[in-house]
């Protein structure tokens, strides 16, 4: 039997995501969730809701960039400046 309400660890582990990046999510307002006594608390309708809207920022794979006379273009970087290291007394 599942429990009632999942803690932030717990719901973490049930979704296999950091604690940390959970905790963000929720502290902005992205994701569902119930505050309780000062503490994240979850539902099992809340992390069935998390998963579908991870699915749905999850980026689908691009199309692969057309190689040209065999080597793939690749876009001019800009110079890097001096390296600056703290000078030591």
């Not at 932030?8 to 929720?26: D, V």
């Not at 902005?28 to 006594?37: C, Q, R, T």
């Not at 199309?63 to 006379?69: A, I, N, T």
């Not at 890097?80 to 007394?89: E, L, S, V």
């Amino acid at each position: 039997m599942s429990p009632l309400l999942y803690t932030l660890p717990e719901a973490a582990a049930k979704l296999q995501l950091n604690e940390r990046y959970l905790q963000r999510r929720c502290a902005k307002g992205e994701l569902p969730h119930i505050w309780v006594a000062r503490q994240y608390r979850f539902t099992d309708e809340h992390l069935a809701e998390i998963i579908r809207r991870l699915e749905a920022e999850t980026p689908r794979k691009s199309v692969p960039r057309p190689v040209l006379g065999g080597v793939a273009h690749l876009v001019p970087r800009k110079p890097r400046g001096p390296n600056r290291r703290r000078k030591t007394a």
